[in-house]
């Protein structure tokens, strides 16, 4: 099947990448000429482990190729996917669907054959609605499917979450989009990935209750880490504690410095719009932005505590190890480590940091922070270490050197990547997120 793949950021390009090794033959489209540029010289616009040689490898295959050409690029094809982003609104936080729009508009206007319009950009109820009314609009006689099919997929493991997902989710009650869909993704369920058809605004808030259930669970332990710091209490149990229990499980109950990233943030704030045009208020959505919002700064503060405090912490020097809102990627959209470098900065603090593939994208968000070439060249003369993203390289970081190179032996353990025994046994003082 020929599929067309509008929008090849971190979601299409992996998206569109994965359908080739299926065996489909995709045109991955962008507006970004740099970034087709790249891609045809075959040079990742970004990071994501594995994505390198399965692009390769499928354009060797002959069935993935890149333009910048819409019109070039969906034609023949029998699924179109738009991935474009959909960023916050400038001052409302309501989905900025401007690229989603003017996709709809242009595939409308170029379409020479029948075709199902797929949405895998997170988009908020009704957006597929409009999505139909604009290709109507544009006068196109060729029949035309739009389903939702939302992104699940996790940066970072996002070529397994793609090939192995929990569940893949498609919203229409066409039986052509079905029929077409099914296509897509029968390589998936011949390996029995769940397949949850359903109507297309009902599939549209999956994807948004999802994003914001499990915002809410990190949200939820790391205020629970606050009161296990004040009762002397360890938040690591606990999470084991209450994980073990098959109603709650495990995953999303790592204390740490606040959700980041690319979707989490938008996301929340969009359902909260939703919610709001509908007259019907999601409380406990509004409580988890408030808390996680305050939250990055306060870690900010966690880190000048341990330097004696604000008025103490003036001049003296931080090392911040992670600056990604997550390991394996280079993704810096919301990081908490912004937050974190800000309130350290404003301090007065001298901020010097390394990240294995975040520092060419955080360089422009923290100007002030000074951009190490290792982990030790960041520590070296440090009045506190702070670990922001678990990285694996920080996991094993050889303690004695830090010991040497540090001014001062503090470790801030933001993601409670250590033992607290095993640290303090060797004369640091070791403060973690709900640890005592
Ligand atoms: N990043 C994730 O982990 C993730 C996971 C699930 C869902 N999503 C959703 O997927 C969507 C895309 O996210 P992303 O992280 O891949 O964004 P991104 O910014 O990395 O990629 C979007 C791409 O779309 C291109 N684009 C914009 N307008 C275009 C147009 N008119 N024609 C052609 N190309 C155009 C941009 O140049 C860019 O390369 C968003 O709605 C996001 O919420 C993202």
């Given at each position: 099947m020929?599929?067309?793949?509008i ?5 299409g390009l ?16 962008d507006?970004?000429?740099t ?6 010289q075959g ?9 390198e040689?399965?692009?390769?490898s499928n354009v ?7 333009t ?13 996917f738009i ?6 609104r ?14 709809a508009r242009?595939v ?9 319009v ?5 988009v ?9 009314r604009?290709i ?18 996790r940066?970072?493991?996002?070529i397994?979450?793609f090939k192995r997902?929990?569940?893949i989710?498609i919203g229409?009650d066409?039986e052509?989009g ?22 297309r ?7 948004y209750a999802a994003?914001?259930f499990?915002?809410t669970?990190?949200?939820f ?5 606050d009161l ?9 149990d606990v ?9 709650i499980g495990?995953?999303f109950?790592?204390?740490g410095?606040?959700y ?9 704030l ?13 409380r406990?959505v ?6 996680n919002?305050s939250?990055?700064r306060a870690?900010?503060?966690k880190v ?9 912490a003036?001049?003296?020097?931080v ?5 990604t809102?997550?390991?394996n ?6 990081s ?5 470098a800000?309130?350290?900065?404003d ?11 975040g520092?060419e994208?955080?360089k ?17 003369g ?21 010991k040497?190179?540090a001014?001062a032996p503090?470790l801030v ?24």
């Open positions: 020929k599929i067309a793949m929008g090849s950021g971190y979601v992996v998206s569109g990448a994965c359908l080739a090794d299926f065996g489909h033959d995709v045109v991955c489209i507006k970004d000429t970034k087709i540029e790249r891609l045809r040079v990742m616009p970004i990071y994501e482990p594995g994505l040689a399965l692009v390769e060797r295959a002959g069935r993935l190729s890149f910048t050409d819409l019109a070039e690029g969906i034609r023949g094809a029998s699924a179109i991935a474009v982003g959909t960023p916050s400038r001052g409302d936080g309501h989905a900025d669907l401007s690229f989603v729009h003017a996709v242009e409308g206007e170029t379409l020479e054959n029948d075709a199902v797929v949405t895998k950009s997170t908020p109820v009704g957006t597929g609605d409009e999505v139909e604009i109507a609009e544009t006068g196109c006689n060729h029949r035309v499917a739009v389903v939702s099919n939302p992104e699940f997929l940066e970072g493991a996002a397994a979450d997902p929990d569940r989710v229409t066409d052509f079905r029929e077409v869909m099914r296509e897509v993704y029968r390589p998936l369920y011949l390996n029995e990935a769940p397949i949850l058809f359903t109507d605004r009902t599939s549209e808030l999956i994807k994003n914001a499990l915002a669970k990190i949200t332990i790391n205020e629970i880490a296990c710091e004040q009762v002397g209490a360890d938040v690591q999470s084991r504690g209450i994980g073990m229990d098959k109603r495990a995953k109950l790592h204390a410095p606040g980041g990233g690319s979707c989490f943030p938008k996301d929340t969009a359902l909260l719009k939703t919610a709001e045009d509908y007259d019907s208020p999601l406990i509004e409580a988890v932005v408030k808390v919002e939250r990055k870690m900010g503060r000048l505590d341990a330097l004696g405090g604000l008025e103490a003036r001049g003296k020097r090392a911040l190890l992670g600056l809102f997550k390991p990627t280079d993704d810096m959209r919301d908490p480590a912004i937050a974190v800000q309130a350290l900065t301090a007065g603090v001298v901020v010097a940091a390394y990240d294995p593939e520092m994208l955080a422009p968000l923290m100007p002030a922070v000074r951009m190490a070439d290792s982990p030790y060249s960041a520590i070296e440090a009045d506190a270490v702070a670990i922001v993203t678990e990285w694996d390289a920080f996991r094993a970081l050889d303690l004695a050197r830090v040497e190179l001014k503090v353990d933001l993601r409670n990547i250590y033992r607290p025994d095993d640290v303090r046994a060797l004369g640091f003082t070791y403060i973690s997120v709900g640890r005592d």
